[in-house]
């Protein structure tokens, strides 16, 4: 079921997704991602330390299963999002998707470019996630974060 509003002209417009509704989200997938490294983790080290135990004490093995669960991380967020669900498991509890400036699925290119942009928002003291270069977000006519800018996306409730 599409929520929307209807303009002036009759034609149906999105409702766009705001920034605690999204926060929430956020939230979700944070627990969802952090439990799904954990349990991974914990397969993984128990995996190796059956097979080579002196493995769990080299510096590289840290290294590598931060490694594995940042690439786990992102690969949770691109093909969640450019799924036919077009929304990770926070934002489907949340009632919201991702889609193009169409209103259209997002490809996996795009939803990878939309993770970078959300580093870079990240990187900088979260700008990108407070404001667009003049504008709050919450002030944006489609309440669009920086890396919705950069991707050419949008987040709307389902």
Not at 7 to 12: A, I, L, M, V
Request: proline share 3%.
């Amino acid at each position: 079921m599409k929520r929307t509003l209807l303009s002036s002209d009759g034609e149906g417009t999105p409702t766009y997704a705001g920034f605690w509704v999204r926060f929430c989200a956020v939230l979700i997938d944070s627990v969802v991602v952090t439990v799904g490294a954990g349990i991974l983790g914990i397969i993984i080290g128990i995996a190796i330390a059956l097979v080579s135990p002196d493995t769990l004490e080299n510096p590289v093995f840290d290294i590598l299963t931060g490694l594995g669960g940042t690439i786990g991380g992102a690969a949770y967020f691109v093909f969640m999002h450019s799924s036919s669900k077009q929304a990770t498991l926070g934002k489907m509890a949340m009632g919201l998707k991702v889609t193009d400036l169409d209103g259209e699925r997002i490809g996996v290119g795009k939803s990878f470019l939309r993770l970078i942009g959300t580093v870079v928002s990240a990187v900088v003291l979260m700008p990108g996630y407070l404001m667009w270069p003049g504008n709050q977000v919450a002030f944006t006519e489609r309440k669009q974060f920086y890396h919705d800018k950069i991707a050419g996306t949008l987040v709307v409730r389902d």
